[in-house]
Structures are given as C-alpha cells and as structure tokens.
C-alpha cells in the first residue's frame, strides 16, 4: 500500500555509528548516565530520537554523532 507511514523503533535498538543502511547524522541534546546504559536524546534532521547506549560509548552533550536504524528492528504503521 502507498501513502505516508509511522515509523518506530525502541531506544535500544538504535546503534551508534554507520552500519551499511538506515545510517543518520544526528547531534546529541541531551545525554543521562543511568548507570549501565546511557539515555541520549539525539535530533536528526529535526526529530528528536531517544536513544538507548552502553556506557562504553561515552556519548556526550552537543556532539555529532551518526545513528543506526537496523531495518529488522523498524515497526511500520500506517498513518490512518
């Protein structure tokens, strides 16, 4: 079917970093330690995505960043 869809994906499943396809340059907002996971609010291209990390990546404030959206972990919805 044709026409405008929502696109969704958990915090978690976006990965940090450009994986072949669905790769986004975004900036960081908003980054909180939340002891084994960092949560970061990244806007790209002006949607804000909330982003699930691992401390190891060591993701800060105000700094650029390119996202990864795997298509296996996408859910399409229609807009109805």
Do not use: K
Not at 12 to 36: D, K, M, P, S, W
Not at 47 to 63: A, F, G, K, N, V
């Amino acid at each position: 079917a044709d026409g405008p869809v929502w696109l969704s994906v958990r915090p978690e499943a976006i990965e940090l970093g450009a994986n072949g396809h669905n790769n986004f340059n975004g900036h960081v907002q908003l980054c909180n330690y939340r002891g084994t996971s960092l949560s970061c609010q990244v806007n790209v291209n002006g949607t804000m995505l909330q982003m699930t990390s691992p401390t190891y990546h060591d993701i800060r404030e105000d700094e650029a960043i390119v996202v990864h959206l795997p298509r296996e972990r996408l859910c399409v919805l229609p807009v109805d």
